[in-house]
């Protein structure tokens, strides 16, 4: 089926956003993906990109989630000057509103630890009573106590990112295999040797960006993926005119006019189905926010599975022992996207994650915690 | 473009307003139908492109009757049954919500 | 409210609806019927028991035979819910049903969806603009409201549905302009090998030779049309058409489309239930057993919904169902299911006889089913047929990853109207089976309702651990 300089196991939001930063550098690609019907994350996502509350016990994930949303805004004109896709990425700032005393009090509490760690980037988080935050969200309901605001977080269409980079990568010449799953890797001389139903494939660097499958598969190359599903469930209305310009962490309305309405963590295993409980629940919570999308109709409802590791930080590493394969494994695609494009396929083309960025992210910190 | 057969069965009369305007229907018609009956035909713009649209299917399934209702936006037209004053408005775009 | 126990929810108040929760409600099963219209019958005997048609030659003797059926529901003790919408049914057998405004659930032991048939797209370009309607559209305001059309008028397609409302209209004293056929010539090749059953099935004959007669009467009727286009600014002005390769124009202010009915799978997906794709009636039905039992327990589907056979052949299936949902809750032994099935059943094979010559004979032309570039597939988000063969382009496998990229079949109407046309235009695009594409992944609610609706739907400890965060 082919050879190329790099191979890609997954073509979903993480997988194409590093494929499409490799064939920036030039690599002759080959993105590998599953058929229509898969676990895929990057269809059930949020649209989110977010900065406030991420790294409480990983400052670097922190650090790592800042400098993405710091390249959004070139990751999003880039994309549209490619493909003419706009993915509607927008920072406007962004809220997480707290319906009781106790949320609130848990909010600010997390926050101090958040930012109270060493080696933390800093930025802004601010605590906003009713009153103020109705300044800048007008129609927050009686219900709601307080809210935190970052100007840092943002949002973009998930859905067009996702297109944008597959455009991007076809007009790149990159090659999109769907309905080939990666059945085996073996090394064939220096190259790695993909075993799929369609055939074999031939790739002088490997990258591990199938989700939930690189549980299966990072052991062919001497990694560990120790990734588990988490559900999360989503709602999403009709299309609704202009109404609320900021995401909020569990609210937000898309730049075609839907409102989509969020999520769950659920340690369900693989049932990606919804659950009409925690539905009604997500709903209850929305119209305590915003009383006025009471009226407003849901079209859909979806769960998906997050790609969850145990300390639900991302995974970024080389095989030592095959030097070449990658591991490259989150659960916030949108949010990260821009960093897997812009500042991590870089090193991937140079054959090194520098140990200063990159470290605290292998996989290895799990073993280390196993055997303590 | 459309018209009620002359020798039916007798039905009372509904009176129901369109963006305002006085209409009549028979009872136990859908608000569509009554909308057809009495000429109109465009029913709504696309929250989309802005395109008119009129009823298409009848029977909900196309959701391209959308109207609001006694100001309730996005009701089938074809699944509602009229009732005297009801007050029915054409939808243009995406509904609001009024924050 | 929750779980108001009862033995056997029926969704769909059609033939095959009518009939089962009939059957149920007499073997004495506390029985609902959730149906979405305000009075029974569906839509093959819509307003069954309130049109306000006089006439009765008008709709037709087979238009009547509705009363028996709901006369027999009427009298069976069986609960109608109207105007009530099952949004969905979860693995426990609870049906979520929304009635004015406010959902519960019905806790059921057997469910036997009868959704029946929906019109099957025919995205030519134009059918969107306001005077384009269905010829199913068309009945429905003539059975409901007594409504004929007053204009200039076409009806297109192909189908024994669009003869029928030509000859209704016809008795019904309204003008048709113009009848564009677009059955493909070759199909009379292909249904050949079945018309002897066919002709078996004499009723059939007779009825769809008369529907014929009548129309040619009194309509100009243009056969072997290859494509149509409805044209105006606005508003349907203009039907254009080409037949053997020439262009025609004539004006129109009502165009009426059909070209068949197909199963409307979109509950029976959503819960869950596997579905294959049907070659012959080019469609997706559910995958049944012998007793008409999903793939999901407790579920059974019957009627048009569960394949194409017309409502005769409805009422009987749901007869069927509803034997093996009580013999499942025990009032009927096995036996005795066997014993009253077989009435049912023979109805069955008499009901059904000839009706793959008829699938063969109109089924509906390929450029008609896979539209140009230019026409509208999804009617909410407003997608054409260049951008789904784009995204194949692109190397899109299947409708899932094409709806993520173009909000292809996303809108309110849920892949009602494009989900087989996409799953066409693809597996003609990529040259594969129509079943090697597959249909959307339908999720509940199967129709829109209201976030403050769900809102109030009981919620679990778990299920607020799951969401409340901070």
Redesign the interface.
């Known amino acids: 089926m082919g050879a190329f300089d790099v191979a890609i196991v997954g073509g979903g939001l993480v997988g194409t956003a590093v494929a499409y930063g490799l064939a920036r550098q030039g690599a002759r690609i080959a993105v590998l993906?599953e058929?229509?019907?898969a676990f895929r994350a990057?269809?059930g996502n949020f649209g989110l990109v977010w900065v406030q509350s991420k790294g409480l016990g990983m400052p670097e994930y922190a650090a790592w989630t800042k400098a993405s949303s710091d390249a959004w805004a070139g990751l999003r004109d880039a994309l549209r000057d490619e493909t003419g896709i706009d993915t509607a990425f927008a920072r406007p700032g962004g809220f997480?509103v707290?319906?009781t005393d106790g949320?609130?009090e848990?909010?600010r509490e997390q926050n101090k630890r958040l930012h109270n760690q060493p080696d933390m980037v800093p930025y802004e988080v601010r605590f906003l009573d009713r009153k103020d935050a109705l300044d800048l969200l007008p129609g927050l309901g009686p219900e709601v106590v307080g809210v935190s605001y970052c100007p840092l977080d943002g949002h973009a269409n998930p859905?067009k990112l996702?297109?944008a980079l597959?455009?991007a990568l076809?007009r790149r010449g990159a090659a999109?295999?769907?309905?080939t799953p990666v059945q085996r890797i073996e090394r064939s001389g220096d190259a790695f040797a993909l075993t799929t139903p369609a055939g074999t494939i031939l790739s002088g660097k490997l990258i591990l960006a199938a989700g939930l499958g690189n549980a299966r598969l990072a052991p062919m190359v001497g990694m560990t993926a120790p990734v588990r599903p988490q559900r999360g469930q989503i709602?999403v209305?009709?299309r609704v005119a202009p109404f609320l310009k900021h995401p909020l962490v569990t609210v937000r309305q898309t730049d075609?006019g839907s409102v989509m309405?969020g999520?769950?963590?659920?340690e369900a295993g693989f049932d990606d189905?919804?659950?009409?409980?925690?539905?009604?629940?997500?709903?209850?919570?929305?119209?305590k926010t915003f009383p006025a999308?009471?009226?407003?109709?849901?079209?859909?409802?979806?769960g998906a599975l997050r790609v969850m590791t145990p300390d639900g930080f991302p995974i970024y590493q080389q095989s030592a022992e095959h030097p070449g394969a990658f591991l490259v494994t989150c659960h916030s695609g949108v949010t990260l996207a821009a960093g897997h494009a812009l500042n991590l396929a870089p090193h991937v083309a140079a054959g090194c994650l520098p140990d200063a960025a990159f470290a605290a992210f292998s996989a290895r910190r799990f073993d280390v915690r196993a055997a303590a | 473009?459309?018209?009620?057969?002359p020798?039916?069965?007798e039905?009372a009369v509904v009176r129901l307003t369109v963006d305002g305007r006085a209409i009549e229907a028979?009872a136990?018609?859908?608000v569509a139908?009554a909308l057809?009956?009495s000429g109109v035909?465009?029913?709504r713009t696309?929250p989309?492109?802005g395109?008119?649209?009129?009823?298409?299917?009848?029977?909900?399934?196309?959701?391209?009757c959308?109207v609001s209702i006694d100001g309730e936006p996005?009701r089938q037209a074809?699944?509602v049954?009229v009732r005297d004053g009801m007050q029915v408005e054409r939808m243009q775009g995406a509904r609001k919500v009024d924050p | 409210m929750r779980d108001s126990m009862i033995d056997v929810a029926v969704i769909g108040g059609g033939p095959a609806g009518l009939a089962a929760a009939a059957t149920c409600a007499e073997a004495g099963l506390t029985t609902y019927l959730i149906d979405?219209q305000?009075s029974p019958g569906g839509?093959i005997y819509?307003?069954i028991a309130?049109?306000?048609?006089?006439?009765r030659a008008?709709l037709g003797a087979d238009y009547w035979r509705g009363e028996a059926l709901v006369a027999a529901f009427q009298r069976s003790g069986a609960v109608h819910l109207a105007?009530a919408l099952a949004w969905?049914v979860?693995p426990d057998l609870e049906v979520?049903v929304s009635v004015g405004g406010g959902s519960r659930?019905l806790r059921a032991r057997r469910v036997i969806i009868a959704s029946g048939a929906?019109?099957r797209p025919m995205p030519v370009p134009g059918w969107?603009?306001?005077?384009?309607?269905?010829v199913?559209?068309g009945q429905?305001?003539l059975k409901?409201?007594?409504?004929?059309?007053?204009?200039r008028v076409v009806l297109a397609g192909c189908g024994p549905l669009l003869y029928l409302l030509a000859a209704q209209y016809r008795r019904?004293?309204a003008e048709v302009a113009l009848i564009l056929d677009t059955t493909p010539a070759a199909n009379f090749k292909r249904a050949l090998r079945h018309l002897p059953e066919f002709l078996l099935a004499g009723s059939y004959l007779a009825k769809g030779a008369e529907l014929l007669l009548s129309a040619q009467r009194s309509v100009e009727i243009v056969r072997g049309v290859d494509s149509i286009v409805a044209a105006g600014e606005?508003?349907l002005r203009s039907v254009r058409y080409n037949v053997r390769g020439q262009e025609r124009e004539v004006s129109a202010?009502?165009l009426l489309l059909h070209q068949g009915v197909v199963p409307?799978v979109n509950l029976s997906m959503a819960i869950?239930c596997a579905h294959d794709w049907d070659g012959e009636q080019l469609c997706w039905s559910p995958r049944l057993d012998a007793w008409s039992n999903a793939t999901v327990g407790g579920v059974a589907i019957a009627g048009d919904g569960a394949g194409i056979g017309g409502a005769a052949a409805a009422a009987e299936r749901g007869r069927i169902a509803a034997l093996d949902a009580a013999r499942h809750l025990g009032v009927l032994s096995e036996a005795q299911r066997d014993l009253r099935a077989a009435g049912p059943r023979a109805a069955l094979r008499r009901a059904m006889r000839g009706r793959r010559f008829l699938d063969l004979l109109y089924a509906p032309a390929p450029s008609f089913r896979v539209p140009a570039d230019n026409a509208v597939a999804c009617?909410?988000?407003?997608v054409v047929a260049r951008q789904i063969r784009d995204c194949v382009?692109?190397?899109?496998?299947?409708?899932?990853?094409m709806k993520?990229?173009?909000?292809c079949g996303?809108?309110?109407?849920?892949g009602?109207?494009c989900g087989l046309t996409v799953t066409e235009t693809i597996a003609a695009a990529r040259g594969v089976a129509p079943g090697m594409?597959?249909h959307y992944?339908i999720?509940?609610?199967i129709?829109?309702?209201?976030?403050?609706e769900?809102?109030?739907?009981?919620?679990?400890e778990?299920?607020?651990k799951?969401?409340?965060?901070?």
């Open positions: 993906d058929g229509d019907v990057s269809r997480h707290c319906l949320e609130m848990r909010r859905l996702l297109r597959h455009a076809a999109y295999r769907s309905n709602l209305t009709e075609e309405i999520d769950s963590l659920e189905r919804v659950g009409h409980a925690v539905v009604a629940m997500m709903a209850d919570r929305a119209v999308l009471r009226g407003v109709r849901v079209v859909r409802t979806w | 473009m459309f018209a009620r057969l020798d039916l069965k039905r028979r136990g018609e859908s139908a057809l009956l035909l465009v029913v696309t989309v492109s395109a008119p649209r009129g009823p298409f299917c009848m029977m909900g399934v196309c959701f391209d959308l996005n074809c699944m049954t | 979405e305000a839509q819509r307003a309130d049109t306000p048609v006089a006439d008008i105007s969905d979860t979520a659930f929906l019109e969107t603009l306001p005077g384009v309607m269905t199913g559209a429905i305001l409901s409201s007594g409504a004929v059309p007053s204009g019904a004293g606005g508003q202010d009502l409307n869950g009617r909410c988000e407003e382009a692109l190397g899109v496998p299947g409708p899932n990853q993520s990229f173009l909000r996303m809108g309110p109407c849920q009602r109207l594409v597959g992944r999720r509940p609610p129709k829109p309702i209201t976030l403050g769900i809102a109030l739907l009981p919620k679990s778990a299920a607020i799951a969401v409340a965060r901070g």
